[in-house]
């Protein structure tokens, strides 16, 4: 019978596999197993050594090639290690052979985010849709992950207890998946029947890849208490909260961060979280400028506003962190003016490629806030006099 279970202990020590294939960089792949590590770490295990292979493909049994295996077979033995984790999504019969091979816990991309996503689910909704989102990812697996205690050859007497056990347990599996569909989609009609009762408040949304910012920036926008902290996904559920920027009220929400490689799968049982994206007149696209790799996390995100058709919204992105941008890149011989002209290029650059809809701020030393108030209050007051003119507000 299939159990669920959360995969990872606190403290537990891993390793990382990243492979460099046919269209990328060592340096890219370093770069992804450091995010890799951050979400092992918000998962509460301990990375302690990362492996990494060039090969134009993963290999079809084991991902990683047999002599990389055994170099990392060698490593699991003498230093004690607990868990392996692969940077991209592998097969049911991979991760039986890499078990059967390693014998410790074997978890790619997809169920270490998974298991994150399970630990912070707080509301009935969000744990209906980590549960479905892990049934679902699952499911395709059973058949691998079953293998080794299938007998082998075919023919009369070929079907052993294995097969008989792997499709009882493909039945429980998409009865569940069933039952957990119906159960979120009447959660869905109650959320939906609650966004409709909000009447005609201009809707914005706060969006961007994950630990930018954004419940930092909610709480500082609404003055309200939205759990923040410097680990990935600390925001799993939708936060909804009326502002009010003189006189002029509207409906801010914080919503779940962005990710590469975001599970297809998650994506697909959040979709009603993400409703909120797709329901909002504005985007306020929240950006870690401090981050080296900000300019791909923006990339990423546009995708799946292009995925979620959302990219056609009006968008103010907010590139954050300001101060963490200059710590990074300021020494401290730099001349002010220098330095200033720093920010000045940074600051055209992308007031170009946004038309002018962006703003640099600081949200932890709240540093530019205003401006930003008074460009999101600029769009809020645009929509209004579109939307309502016969109420002839006047601003």
């Keep these: ?62 991902f990683v090639g047999k002599g990389k295996l055994a170099e990392i077979k060698e490593y699991v033995v003498n230093k004690g290690v607990e868990l392996i984790i692969f940077d991209d999504e592998l097969t049911g019969s991979q991760i039986a052979n890499i078990q059967k091979e390693l014998a410790i816990t074997t978890l790619d991309r997809s169920d270490l985010i998974l298991d994150i996503f399970a630990r912070r689910a707080r509301t009935a909704q969000a744990k209906v849709q980590v549960e479905l989102a892990q049934y679902q990812y699952i499911l395709p697996r059973l058949k691998g992950m079953w293998s080794h205690l ?7 007497g070929s079907r052993g207890p294995g097969e008989t056990e792997i499709e009882t347990d493909r039945r429980i599996v998409k009865d569940k998946i069933a039952l957990l569909r119906r159960r979120l989609s009447e959660i869905d009609k109650q959320a939906f029947t609650q966004r409709k009762d909000r009447g005609e408040f201009i809707r914005v949304s706060l969006v ?48 779940v ?14 979709k009603s979280t993400l409703d909120e994206v797709r329901e909002a007149d504005i985007l306020l696209h929240v950006v870690d400028i401090s981050h080296a790799q900000y300019e791909e996390q923006i990339g990423i995100v546009n995708k799946t506003l292009q995925e979620l058709k959302a990219f056609d919204k009006p968008i103010l992105t907010i590139f954050n962190k300001m101060d963490l941008y200059e710590t990074n890149n300021f020494d ?10 720093i920010r000045r290029e940074l600051k055209e650059k992308w007031s170009n490629i946004t038309e002018g809809n962006c ?30 003119p016969y109420k002839a507000i006047h601003f």
């Excluded at 500082?220 to 939205?226: A, C, Y």
């Design 150 to 156: 299938e007998r082998q050859g075919g023919g009369i």
């Design 208 to 255: 961007g890849y994950t630990n930018v910012g954004k419940s930092t920036l909610m709480n500082l926008l609404s003055k309200s208490e939205v759990f923040a902290e410097n680990k990935l996904f600390a925001t799993l559920d939708t936060t909804t909260r009326k502002v009010v920027f003189e006189n002029t009220p509207f409906l801010l929400s914080d919503t």
């Design 359 to 388: 703003v640099f701020i600081s949200a932890l030393e709240r540093r530019n806030i205003d401006a930003l108030r008074d460009a999101i209050l600029t769009k809020v007051r645009e929509i209004y006099n579109i939307r309502y």
């Design 1 to 62: 019978m299939i159990e669920k279970q959360q995969k990872i202990k606190n403290e537990e020590k891993a390793i990382l596999v990243g492979l460099v294939q046919k269209d990328q960089t060592q340096e890219q792949v370093n770069e992804y197993l450091d995010e890799l590590a951050f979400l092992a770490e918000t998962a509460g295990a301990i990375t302690v050594r990362r492996f990494t292979q060039k090969m134009p493909h993963p290999d079809s049994k084991t």
């Design 332 to 341: 401290e011989w730099l001349d002010d003016s220098i330095k200033e002209d």
């Design 257 to 270: 961060g962005f990710i590469r490689k975001l599970p297809h799968h998650l994506v697909e049982s959040f």
